[in-house]
């Protein structure tokens, strides 16, 4: 009958429960009504209350203007369709919030039907096409048969259109596994798309899946870890299966994986997918109906080939593994480390530490190399308990790591405070001292992540030189100089090239007759601007590349026939010292290269001394000693420099036995306070060295250690380093 038409008797029906035989609550497709005539929302609530559409009930939602409808779309989420009032607060006002959902709010796939109690305010047929309205309907024709058939067509048109989108962002996702097969996340970035590649097939919630891979290695107990997960099962990404609290859905998941195939409920799907090797993963979601026929088949075709895809991202991940970790610690490596400093161009205050463990190397000779792989995995562990996930974290080589992150985070006095809890090595708790160079980034806002790693190298080894466990950032004036002189490798090899390196020369002064005895030979690097630089801001460049041995070689050349020009004015019976780095000092042909650069000069050999560092470990204080034994067989002096500065230790200054010992300024600087200076200066006299007070900057300092004992003594209290044309006038004054 016609009254059994209208919308009103629609609401004496008896409505369908929206439940699942079990009482669980189902999905609701969720309709937005907005009208300024709040009898319509009654009318509108009772007639489609316990309407069930395409195996869902509805869940309605109220507005009462245009206004008001646009925030509720705004902030409500899956609001398939909009029932919408043309004339509200003006005559065009559903019009114009059809255009706002479409274009300001951009929701393609909500579905609008258009109702009006005024014909004469119908779309336009332009309006309909460009704002893809799904019906346009009079309140007085909208009867109850023509209100369910326009929702339901409206309802399976957003459904098809929600389940295309889901199908194509997991397409998207699985094309960007491919692109990223060298990221870290690349096996979970796949799997999130093969969830949601099967949601959107099955015309499923994403939110009720989760992916998990089963891992076999080397014939041990396979693990069973969540790879992906989506909505309320987020949390378990990364977790053991076992972290699965929910019964049903971990034992679907067990099952699958022993039988090895998909299965298939009324209220869930198991999805399994084979691989090699068996590296298999199976995904488990929850379903609102049975799965068809036809989507069944088409599962089983997306499973045949999902799994030999998902093998080929676990090999790519082998490679990346490769590429960028470090297979002791499991830590991303340097290349790793400076490619995210790179692409992380935006961050302020963030600082670059480079942190190393003291004598790692001389307890790794002591105690064995195995031993200290232990150490290093043991501190790689104790970084990555305190600091993942809050910083950049790499290991870079033997017990170096970096550290990049924000400057509340890296700074010296929480990553020293993070070693004082001893380190648990072997069953052992043992003590470790650490080392920091840090750098800033904002002082060097243009520098590239290997020029903040070299500046923190400078830094950390100023830090070594100045005792244990201390730490130093470095200055920003150096590093704004290397900046604006742009000091590159290209540079350094064509300073050594075309002369751009310049030596300078600091007497040194007898204090018990006050006569100068001989100079240091220091290498500076001219600039553009015409500044000097001086050498710690060039020299870890010169050492990594490889120049450092040339470079080394041009040094000693020029000393030696700078001494022999001062020689030819008869200056004195004055003695060259060259300083020596360790990388030229171990060359296999060092003692000759030493024998051709004095004849080629012309210089007698006991008219050269070489400073070379203090040695780290027991095989560098072996090599060392063989070293001296050798350059003191031909009448070549050897001294050591800065020592007492670093780790060295006393005792093997017997073993080493070289002719001079160089005290290094800040154990000189503290005087008769220093219990290091005056047993160094003890055991310098006692093994029949000469013992030479580095850094005396004024005339309280000369007169304190010539009291204490020093032979002899350098610094600016005698004479700042200068050119050879002034060495010779200051020697001839």
């Known amino acids: 009958m016609a009254d059994d038409d209208d919308l009103v008797a629609f609401v004496d029906e008896e409505p369908p429960q929206g439940t699942h035989a079990d009482g669980s609550a189902m999905p609701c497709w969720r309709v937005l009504v907005v009208d300024d005539d709040p009898d319509v929302h009654e009318t509108t609530k009772f007639a489609l209350q316990g309407v069930i559409v395409h195996n869902r009930p509805l869940q309605l939602l109220d507005a009462y203007t245009a206004a008001e409808g646009l925030q509720v779309l705004a902030h409500e989420p899956d609001i398939a369709v909009v029932l919408l009032d043309v004339v509200m607060e003006t005559q065009d006002a559903g019009l114009r919030a059809v255009e706002a959902i479409r274009n300001e709010l951009k929701l393609p796939n909500v579905r609008i039907i258009l109702r009006t109690g005024q014909p004469g305010y119908a779309p336009e047929m332009e309006a309909v096409s460009r704002y893809d309205i799904n019906d346009y309907k009079t309140k007085s024709e909208l009867t109850r048969i023509k209100l369910f058939t326009a929702l339901t067509g409206a309802i399976r048109a957003y459904d098809q259109l929600q389940r295309i989108e889901a199908g194509r962002a997991g397409l998207e996702k699985m094309v960007e596994s491919i692109n990223r097969f060298l990221a870290p996340d690349g096996l979970g970035v796949f799997a999130e798309g093969v969830i949601l590649q099967m949601a959107g097939t099955l015309g499923i919630d994403p939110g009720g899946l989760i992916c998990v891979a089963r891992i076999a290695d080397n014939g041990e107990e396979p693990e069973y870890r969540v790879i992906a997960a989506a909505g309320r099962h987020a949390r378990l990404i990364h977790q053991p299966m076992s972290a699965i609290t929910d019964p049903a859905i971990h034992q679907s998941l067990a099952c699958c994986f022993r039988a090895r195939r ?25 379903c609102v109906s049975a799965v068809r026929a036809v989507d069944r088949r088409l599962i089983e075709v997306f499973c045949s080939n999902i799994g030999l895809f998902a093998e080929s991202v676990r090999h790519m991940e082998k490679l990346q593994a490769l590429a960028y970790g470090d297979p002791l610690t499991g830590l991303p490596n340097a290349h790793y480390f400076l490619e995210q400093i790179d692409a992380d161009r935006g961050g302020a205050r963030q600082v670059l530490a480079l942190l190393s463990v003291d ?147 600091q007497p040194q002064i007898a204090l018990a007759t006050g006569q100068v005895i001989g100079a240091e030979a220091l290498l500076r690097l001219r600039l553009p601007d015409g500044r000097l630089a001086r050498p710690q801001e060039f020299m870890a460049l010169a050492e990594q590349s490889g120049l450092m041995v040339d470079l080394g070689r041009w040094v000693l050349l020029s000393a030696l026939q700078g001494l022999r020009m001062l020689q030819s004015q008869r200056l004195g019976n004055l003695r060259m010292t060259v300083n020596v780095a360790s990388i030229e000092f171990r060359q296999p042909d060092f003692l000759e290269a030493v024998d051709d650069a004095l004849r080629v000069a012309g210089v007698m050999p006991h008219q050269l001394e070489l400073d070379v560092c203090e040695p780290e470990g027991t095989a560098g204080v072996d090599f060392l000693a063989r070293r001296i034994q050798a350059l003191r067989a031909r009448d070549i002096g050897v001294a050591l420099d800065e020592f007492g500065a670093g780790s060295g230790a006393v005792c093997s200054l017997d073993r080493l036995r070289p002719n001079r010992l160089k005290v290094a300024r800040s154990v000189v600087a503290l005087g008769e306070s220093a219990r290091l200076g005056t047993i160094l200066l003890s055991a310098g006299k006692e093994l029949g060295m000469r013992v030479l007070a580095e850094g005396v900057e004024d005339a309280h300092l000369a007169e304190l250690v010539g009291r204490m004992g020093y032979d002899d003594a350098q610094g600016y209290h005698y004479a700042r380093p200068m050119s050879l044309e002034d060495l010779t006038n200051w020697l001839k004054s």
């Not at 299965?263 to 929850?286: K, M, Q």
């Not at 170096?400 to 052992?428: N, T």
């Open 359 to 505: 004598d790692l190397a001389g307890t790794a000779e002591v105690l064995g190399p195995a031993y200290g792989d232990l150490m290093v995995k043991a501190v790689a562990r104790r970084l990555q308990d305190e600091l993942n996930g809050r910083v950049l974290l790499a290991r870079l080589g033997g017990c170096s790591f970096g550290i990049f992150g924000h400057e509340l985070i890296v700074r010296p006095d929480y990553l020293r405070s993070l070693f004082r809890p001893r380190v648990p090595v072997d069953d052992v708790e043992l003590p470790l001292s650490i080392s920091l160079g840090l750098v800033r980034r904002d002082d060097m806002p243009q520098a590239c992540g290997s020029d903040l790693l070299r500046f923190a190298e400078l830094a950390l080894k100023q830090a070594k030189r100045t005792e244990p466990g201390h730490w130093v950032y470095s200055s920003r004036p150096a590093a704004g100089d290397i900046q604006a002189g742009g000091i590159g490798l290209r540079d350094l090899r064509r300073a050594l090239a075309d002369d751009g390196f310049v030596l300078q020369y």
């Open 262 to 286: 998909t299965l298939v409920d009324d209220r869930s799907l198991t999805l399994f997918c084979p691989g090699r090797d068996d590296h298999d993963f199976a995904a488990y979601a929850e």
